[in-house]
C-alpha cells in the first residue's frame, strides 16, 4: 500500500477542487471509482445516489462545476482510517460535508461516500 501523507492529500484535494480543473480533480481517483453521495439526486434528478467508473464520475462532476461556477470548498478537519480517510469541510450551498474515502493499492481513491448537513 502507498503510504499517504493524509493532511498533505486534503489540502491538495480541496485545492484540486477550487481549481474547477476536472483533469486536477479526478487525479485522485482510480478508473473503478464508486461514489455514493446525495448530491447525485439533486444535480442529475435521477433516484439512485451511487455512480460507478471514472467516466461517468467525470461526466457528473463536470457538470455539476457547470452548474455551481462558484464551488469554493474550505477544509475544516481530516480524519485518518486504515486505507481511508474523512474530510469534514464547508461545501457548496452553505452545507457541510463529510466524505469518507477509501484507497486502493495505488494509494488513488476507488470508493467514496459523501455526507452532508
Not at 15 to 31: C, P, Q
Request: hydrophobic content about 40%; overall charge neutral.
Amino acid at each position: 500500500m502507498k503510504a499517504i501523507d493524509h493532511n498533505k492529500f486534503a489540502k491538495e484535494w480541496i485545492s484540486a477542487w477550487n481549481s474547477h480543473n476536472i483533469d486536477r480533480i479526478l487525479s485522485h481517483y482510480a478508473n473503478d471509482i464508486e461514489i455514493t453521495t446525495p448530491m447525485i439526486k439533486l444535480s442529475l434528478d435521477i433516484d439512485c445516489g451511487s455512480l460507478k467508473g471514472i467516466e461517468s464520475v467525470g461526466d457528473y462532476w463536470q457538470k455539476a462545476l457547470l452548474k455551481m461556477p462558484n464551488l469554493n470548498f474550505e477544509l475544516i478537519e481530516v480524519t485518518s482510517g486504515n486505507n481511508s480517510i474523512a474530510l469534514y469541510y464547508k461545501s457548496v450551498m452553505n452545507k457541510k460535508a463529510i466524505e469518507v474515502m477509501f484507497f486502493n493499492e495505488a494509494g488513488k481513491i476507488n470508493k467514496m461516500i459523501a455526507h452532508y448537513t
